[in-house]
């Protein structure tokens, strides 16, 4: 704490984007201290395409191509599975 320059504060809507702003900042700035998210750990995302049949697919990036996204998550895993129930409930391709 002797270290800290200033402190600013961020309001955000949830936790998720709490998270999310939390990773890009300690990306961003590098701090020496807070090593945890410095990696190229990303969150990940679902993503649904705007076809006409759409894809349902996992993906770390988020795009501008009109695709909607669910997320961000940490667990890639929980997000497998969830996909994996939801085809075979739905069976989309």
């Not at 750990?41 to 996992?58: A, G, H, M, R, W």
């Not at 998550?73 to 996909?83: D, F, G, N, P, V």
């Amino acid at each position: 704490m002797t270290k800290a320059h200033k402190l600013d504060f961020v309001i955000v809507n949830n936790e998720s984007e709490a998270l999310f702003l939390e990773d890009n900042l300690i990306k961003q700035h590098q701090p020496p201290y807070n090593s945890l998210w410095k990696g190229d750990n990303s969150y990940v995302f679902i993503k649904i395409t705007k076809e006409q049949f759409p894809q349902i697919f996992l993906t770390r990036k988020r795009n501008k191509d009109g695709a909607t996204y669910i997320g961000p998550k940490r667990s890639t895993q929980s997000l497998k599975k969830i996909l994996q129930y939801t085809r075979m409930l739905f069976q989309y391709r």
